[in-house]
């Protein structure tokens, strides 16, 4: 069963945005890397949280989701941030949320910045570190994502929360 906000957010993805799931590619995680040791170059204190399936060395989508935490330093990080990525995609400084899209190496990079752990990013946490320690569980995920390929990202996104897992 979906919860309030996974329902909220699925109303605003558009209905005719498609999945496009590829097999894993090493370089993701060495591009994750290259945009984490960037980020603590600046802020070597920062909270810096790479999560989904290129992290977990899965089929998927080949971009890279990451969180900063930026806590009581949020809009110290936010002006620097600014100088490393440009304009943010999305500004919410009221709920202290940022997100910027680029593409770094070729890969498609979606960089959040959160002023605090929310109970749906921590969701997200908790759901990869027990895909991470239990391989079997991983591969029957994988395999959901691999018979998403082509289907409305809605419909994928639904696939994918009821198993518990945003993306």
Not at 27 to 48: F, G, N, Y
Not at 73 to 97: I, R, S
Not at 134 to 142: A, G, Q
Request: proline share 4%; with cysteine.
């Amino acid at each position: 069963m979906l919860t309030k906000n996974q329902e909220e957010y699925l109303n605003t993805v558009p209905e005719d945005k498609i999945a496009h799931v590829v097999p894993f590619d090493p370089a993701t995680q060495t591009t994750a890397q290259e945009i984490t040791d960037e980020i603590k170059s600046v802020l070597p204190e920062a909270k810096v949280f790479y999560i989904g399936s290129s992290k977990l060395g899965i089929a998927g989508e080949n971009d890279i989701d990451m969180t900063v935490l930026g806590e009581s330093e949020f809009d110290n990080f936010l002006k620097l941030f600014e100088g490393l990525y440009g304009n943010p995609e999305h500004k919410d400084l009221e709920n202290k949320y940022v997100k910027w899209e680029f593409v770094r190496n070729g890969f498609p990079v979606e960089l959040h910045l959160n002023g605090f752990m929310t109970p749906n990013f921590q969701e997200q946490i908790d759901t990869n570190k027990i895909l991470e320690e239990n391989r079997d569980l991983l591969l029957e995920y994988e395999q959901i994502k691999l018979q998403c390929d082509g289907i409305s990202w809605k419909e994928y996104l639904i696939k994918n929360m009821s198993f518990g897992i945003e993306c």
